[in-house]
């Protein structure tokens, strides 16, 4: 019986050794109440905020990008985590920044579809500036083309999201007609309640 009870206070110190020495490691390798805190680099571009990160011993990695017109191209729009946020000395810090160029999207392929079914599908791409023009044709609100740039638009073809487009509708009639006539503006659709 002697023996029992002086092994269990034998694995009772080795266990109580075992986890003051696990918890004494953990201490040392998680720089316990060590922090610094994120430095605020939102505005500024990347060659800019490198020294701020650097000064903190801090890493970065720009993650994604995105476009915002109210930011200037190229810089910090945010970082993850936020700045004032305390971390680990090392700590990757993650940076989405403004792209210098705007977003583009591709142009579909809108022959003989119907113009409420392009515009939707326009608006869904993300284009901003669309205009509609009606023009002779057989079929009435049928779609027989993009134009924009001052050309004829191709299916596939990309284009800033921000450039003005003009989608030429068939106005049902084969004779030409003006399409800045006072006539042909009534025709326009101004109003999207239809969504």
């Not at 075992?18 to 500024?44: E, M, N, W």
């Not at 700045?83 to 990757?92: A, E, I, L």
């Not at 399409?179 to 326009?188: A, F, L, V």
């Amino acid at each position: 019986m002697k023996k029992i009870f002086k092994h269990i206070l034998i694995s009772f110190v080795v266990l109580f050794i075992l986890v003051c020495g696990v918890l004494a490691a953990l201490h040392f390798y998680t720089r316990h109440d060590q922090s610094i805190k994120v430095p605020d680099v939102k505005g500024l571009d990347m060659n800019e905020a490198a020294p701020f990160f650097d000064a903190s011993q801090l890493s970065y990695e720009v993650i994604d990008s995105v476009f915002s017109k109210s930011n200037a191209p190229g810089s910090i729009v945010e970082t993850i985590p936020a700045p004032g946020s305390k971390v680990k000395q090392g700590r990757k810090i993650f940076v989405t920044i403004n792209a210098y160029s705007t977003q583009t999207g591709l142009i579909p392929s809108v022959a003989d579809v119907s113009f409420r079914q392009v515009q939707a599908m326009l608006q869904g791409l993300g284009f901003e500036n669309v205009q509609v023009e009606y023009v002779p044709g057989e079929y009435r609100d049928l779609v027989i083309g993009i134009t924009g740039k001052g050309k004829q638009l191709q299916p596939g073809e990309r284009i800033a999201l921000t450039t003005p487009i003009r989608i030429l509708v068939s106005n049902g009639s084969t004779e030409p007609q003006d399409s800045i006539s006072p006539e042909n503006n009534t025709e326009m659709i101004d109003n999207e309640s239809w969504f």
